[in-house]
């Protein structure tokens, strides 16, 4: 099965961070499951940094790649059809990460791995 982390079950997962529920780490570590981080995440990621609200221990050109190889994390591209969804996609949410992450995981029939329940109202497969 394949799975799209959001950005802060990434970061978490990566963190070993208790905030990560115990269901979601047991999917992304199954073999079952192939986990994939979109390029929106790591743009997102790149802009908190920017901003001094994320530190990551290392810099970000050597903490992201190490972890993508060290966790078998697959880049997911953004694609035409990607953000041609975005233009329909209802507001539930308006953080245009968030709402990439949606339509991706839809398009990809992915099941979407995160924290925020914002997403049901967009019929994602969320585990948290």
Partial sequence: MNILLDTHAFLWFVD????????A???IESGE???FLSVASLWEIAIK?????L????????????HLALNGIELL?????????????????????DRL?????NIENMTFVSADPVF?????????
């Fill in 16 to 23: 070993d961070n208790p905030r990560l529920s115990q269901p």
């Fill in 25 to 27: 780490r047991v999917l």
């Fill in 33 to 35: 499951s192939q986990p």
């Fill in 49 to 53: 940094i920017s901003l001094g609200k």
């Fill in 55 to 66: 530190f990551l221990n290392q810099a970000y050109e050597t903490f992201i790649p190490h």
């Fill in 77 to 97: 591209n953004i694609s035409l059809d990607h953000t041609s969804a975005v233009t329909v996609l209802p507001f539930h949410h308006r953080d245009p990460f």
């Fill in 101 to 105: 992450l949606v339509v991706q995981s």
């Fill in 120 to 128: 049901d109202a967009y019929g994602v497969k969320r585990v948290w």
